[in-house]
Nanobody, 129 residues
């Protein structure tokens, strides 16, 4: 069983920064792919970043490359999303997601929401002047 707990959202002005955290409460050491998705009202969930927690390989959507950074603290089972140069278009609800199996992020397209079988409750990020 895996439980994901997100924190760190809030409101920021354009050009500002935020850091999101996702703690994975997990009772297995199988390979994991952990990702951040975001979703606006009436829209599909968009893959933002992902990290293979065993190999450390990272993945980024084109829209956030150079601005967002995903990292992890293995000892704390925590994945971070550092968001810099935030834009109004980054306003969304952000979700932490995980797939726990033998393949990690190699099991399929990392940005496809259907790949993930565990989800956090979502956290709001608002970018506004």
């Amino acid at each position: 069983q895996v439980r994901l707990v997100e924190s760190g959202g809030g409101s920021v002005q354009p050009g500002g920064s935020l850091r999101l955290s996702c703690v994975a409460h997990v009772d297995t050491h199988m390979r994991r792919c952990m990702a951040w998705f975001r979703q606006g009202s009436g829209q599909e969930r968009e893959g933002v970043v992902a990290i293979d927690t065993i190999r450390g390989t990272t993945y980024y959507a084109d829209s956030v490359k150079g601005r967002f950074t995903v990292s992890q603290e293995k000892a704390q089972n925590t994945v971070f999303l550092r968001m810099n140069q935030l834009q109004n278009a980054d306003t969304d609800t952000y979700y932490c997601a995980a797939v726990v199996d033998l393949y990690g992020c190699d099991g399929g397209p990392w940005a496809r929401a259907a790949q993930y079988n565990y989800w956090g409750q979502g956290i709001r990020v608002t970018v506004s002047s």
